[in-house]
């Protein structure tokens, strides 16, 4: 086993999104997952994304914005059905074609209903270069403005 | 009544990206192996830029067959109140699209390519079809496409393309997922929606597909191929036939001509090009094959093919770039080296527990065994869809069956279309006069009017039994209709001891019908295709016939803790086709497994010795594969007894493996931009009736 079962790093961040405008039930969002690697390249990571309240639905998955990452991650159908889903993907490119830095490693597409600002939860599991050493990331939700 | 004009583009579109690579989710699950939740594994690996070649057609100068130049004019026209039951504003077809592309026989439509890659290991196929949508017309439109896919298949996977980035579908009941694309739609954003119609026939919808801009849907599934007298048979079905749905019926698949929606009247309907009508949509296919043993020969009949053979196992077959237009069903056929095939044991754990298939072949001892007396009786289709080459083969067929019964058999021919009618009022003694009259009799049948199949069955199975002797009856139809259900469960009312022999006749038949009409009837599927020697097909029938069955089957698992096997009545073994069986398992092994049945009324046992090795990469599949069994026999117990729970129960297994269902769906949204514009027009996607089919007897117009 290349990475240790311990989850690594636990950075939550909670979406801050713009209220849902009253006479609009059903909205769509568009939330970037960014990782800060600082100067680390990223090989492998694991995150965790649920959504609380009922009022939010995952309605797509996209890859990141880095070559090494542009595939979109799989889920668990299970965990969906929870609207939690936990992403992994990895690349076994040279550590000089991977990302460093800020890069966003997935995009989710929801779809809000109600009132109520939506709430969601951001989790890193894991994350590793591509020796299987375990790095330390800053792991972001963040929603991007409405088209 | 509105009236929209759309102008085919002026300009050409912009190029796109090949097209999209999975990863392959298992080799993270290695790297991550114990801290990682089920995150679902394929075995697919990256797409080739060769398979997914595009035909580069559109910038060539108008030619005969090529796109319409951009001076045509093409007029799409929607109609407030059609004539049949009106179609819901959003259902498939609720457009209506005229083209008038001058003297040119192309029409424009939104679906220009379709590219297939298959990975067969032993016999599970691990498959990829992408495809590739773009908007030839000057406004936004919503492209609806009914296509096929393997019955079997267990589709679970769902990715779209915009340019270069790739958005995976998510899994949801399908009445959630119609309300999300929906919503996504009127909203203008891009959006994908697959729903399943049948187990064979889903619907591709496509949301707001702005003019020019390309979008490809990658969906991708898994299943177990055929076994037929030492041929492994793998079908890519292209092309969904036109069905008939008896009068009052409106759940069936309507068959009307392009720009004619809402004329069947049925919850789905597939459009198809008239006669000389070409569409641009082509298609690529490649496989890649490990037998796992040494490969002895790969054929194909429907299709050209070529093929690169790497060692004694393994080959890629492609379709020849001039054999690309989707109206017929391509089937591969290959053989592996050795004297019979053993029966084989696949195992694979992972942390939901373990799963294995168990491909069950019927013992030598079968084959030493003689038939007692038959009551064969023919079913033939005269329906319109029959006319011509199709009718033709099955009457070929049923000559050469004819021709080998004995004297101490019996047989009886009946027809159906909107009526049935019979050779006599009994089955007669295959007497040389007999046989003579009932090969007058079958020449003098042609095809005309509906596919009454209900009919046709209670003709077949509604007359006393002779307990003298086993009756076969023996279907030869294309199986196009509408009310699979009603035909299934009136076969498992009035079977009785009875056993159906489906053969399914054309180049693109109802594969799901036949199947199922075989598995009611305690029976076997074959088909005869328009390049198929028919006698060949019927010899190979009279083998199998020509020995008993190994009934009453039992299974002793021994050490092995083996639930949830499914089919759940484990059908008879018949010479030649062995069956595939799927179950959860705990213990280890190795284990012998004892399996025991009935053959010509005597007991019978045999052992199947089986390791539990680790996982091989095409193994990753058996969950959903076992998952894809569990959902088909639960549906098929719903027929019976259509309650609420059964239906839950479909919908559950297929959310928890994420596999598409008639109760669930894939949803894919882009929430990054909205589409410009006001509401787009609906645009379906017609098809050509498949090789060998008339349009005028099937499709017809007003």
């Avoid at chain 2, 040494?294 to 050209?304: M, N, Q």
């Avoid at chain 2, 379709?319 to 690309?324: E, I, K, Q, V």
């Avoid at chain 2, 007692?372 to 033709?392: K, N």
């Avoid at chain 2, 095409?618 to 959902?631: D, E, T, Y």
Wanted: one cysteine or more; proline letters at 8%.
């Amino acid at each position: 086993m290349l990475l240790a079962l311990v989850q690594l790093l636990a950075v939550c961040s909670l979406g801050q999104p713009a209220p849902a405008p009253t006479n609009q039930v059903v909205r769509f969002r568009t939330v970037d997952l960014l990782a800060d690697t600082q100067a680390e390249p990223l090989a492998a990571y694991q995150l965790e994304f649920s959504a609380q309240g009922g009022q939010t639905k995952i309605v797509g998955i996209e890859g990141g914005e880095h070559p090494a990452f542009r595939s979109p991650p799989y889920y668990d159908p299970k965990a969906i059905q929870h609207e939690r889903v936990i992403l992994a993907a990895f690349s076994t490119a040279p550590a000089d074609q991977l990302p460093t830095g800020k890069t966003r490693v997935a995009t989710l597409h929801l779809q809000t209903s109600g009132a109520d600002p939506p709430r969601w939860t951001a989790r890193l599991m894991t994350a590793a270069t591509v020796s299987g050493r375990k790095i330390h990331l800053t792991l972001t939700a963040q929603e991007r403005k409405s088209p | 009544m509105s009236t929209a004009r759309l102008d085919p583009r002026k300009r050409p579109a912009p190029g796109r990206g090949a097209a999209g690579l999975l990863l392959i989710g298992a080799l993270l699950a290695v790297l991550l192996a114990g801290c990682m939740s089920s995150v679902s594994q394929r075995g697919i690996s990256p797409i080739t830029a060769h398979g997914f070649g595009r035909a580069g057609v559109r910038a060539q100068p108008a030619l005969p067959g090529s796109l319409p130049s951009i001076e045509e004019e093409l007029w799409v026209v929607a109609r407030a109140e059609p004539a049949s039951p009106p179609a819901e504003a959003d259902a498939p077809g609720s457009g209506e699209l005229v083209t008038k592309t001058g003297a040119g026989e192309t029409v424009p439509l939104p679906l220009e390519h379709t590219a297939v890659r298959a990975t067969i290991s032993g016999y599970i196929a691990a498959v990829q079809v992408t495809q590739q949508f773009r908007n030839p017309y000057d406004g936004k439109i919503e492209a609806i496409y009914v296509f096929p896919l393997p019955h079997n298949a267990a589709v679970d996977g769902f990715v779209m393309t915009i340019g270069e980035r790739r958005i995976r579908g998510i899994i949801r009941e399908r009445s959630e997922a119609e309300a999300i694309y929906q919503a996504a739609k009127s909203q203008g954003y891009v959006a994908s929606l697959l729903t399943q119609e049948r187990p064979n026939i889903f619907t591709q919808a496509v949301a707001n597909l702005e003019p020019g801009h390309p979008i490809d849907v990658t969906l991708t599934y898994f299943h177990t191929l055929a076994y037929d007298d030492g041929w492994y048979e793998f079908v890519f079905p292209t092309v969904v036939g036109p069905r008939f749905n008896p009068p009052g019926s409106t759940a069936g698949i309507g068959a009307v001509a392009r720009g004619q929606p809402g004329r069947s009247g049925q919850r789905t309907e597939v459009q198809y090009l008239r006669p000389g009508e070409r569409s641009g949509h082509d298609l690529a296919l490649e496989v890649h094959l490990d037998a796992g043993v040494a490969l002895e020969e790969i054929s194909c009949r429907t299709h050209t093919i070529a093929q690169q053979r790497h060692e004694p196992g393994r080959a890629t077959v492609t379709l020849s770039p001039a054999d690309h237009i989707p109206n017929r069903d391509f089937v591969l056929r290959y053989r592996v080296a050795g004297d019979r095939i053993k029966s084989d044991f696949l195992a694979h754990r992972e942390e939901r527990g373990g799963y294995f298939t168990l491909m069950l072949y019927p013992p030598q001892s079968l084959a030493g065994l003689s038939r007692q007396p038959l009551e064969l009786v023919f079913v033939l289709d005269c329906s319109g869809s029959m006319s011509g080459q199709p009718l033709a083969q099955a009457k070929a067929a049923i000559q050469r069956a004819l021709r080998r019964l004995e004297p101490s058999d019996t047989f009886q021919i009946v027809r159906f279309s909107n009526e049935a009618s019979q050779l006599g009022p009994s089955p007669l003694p295959a007497s040389p006069e007999n046989v003579h009259r009932g090969l007058a009799y079958l020449a003098e049948l042609e095809s005309e009017g509906g596919t009454m199949m209900i009919n046709g069955i209670k003709a077949a199975l509604d007359f006393p039994h002779d307990p003298a002797r086993l009756r076969f009856v023996t279907f030869l139809t294309d199986g196009y209709i509408g009310n699979e259900v009603q035909i299934l469960d009136a076969i498992r009312q009035r079977l009785g001891p009875a056993r159906i022999f489906s053969f399914g006749v054309g180049s693109a038949v109802n594969r799901y019908l036949l199947e199922h009409m075989a598995k009611a009837g305690r029976g076997a599927v074959a088909y005869l295709g328009l390049r198929t020697d028919a006698a060949e097909v019927m010899d190979r029938f009279f083998d199998r016939i020509a020995h008993p069955a190994l009934t009453d089957l039992t299974i002793d698992w021994g050490d092995l803790r083996v639930t949830d096997v499914f089919p759940r009545q484990l059908p008879d073994l018949f010479v030649g086709r062995p069956v595939i069986l799927a179950g959860r398992f705990d213990g280890t092994g190795p284990a012998t497994l004892r399996v025991s049945g009935l053959a010509g009324g005597q007991p019978t046992t045999f052992a199947i010795p089986i390791t539990l090795a680790e996982a091989e990469p095409a193994r990753r599949a058996l969950p959903a594969v076992w998952a894809r069994l569990k959902i088909a026999d639960l549906a098929d117990q719903a027929v019976l007894d259509p309650d609420h729970e059964l239906v839950g129960a479909v919908r559950q297994v297929a959310l928890d493996y994420g596999l598409m269902s008639a109760y669930t769906a894939f949803v894919a949204v882009d929430t990054s931009r909205r589409t410009a514009g006001t509401e787009a027009t609906t645009v379906p996607v017609a098809v050509p009736v498949p090789e060998g089919v008339k349009y005028r007897t099937t499709v017809g117009e007003e």
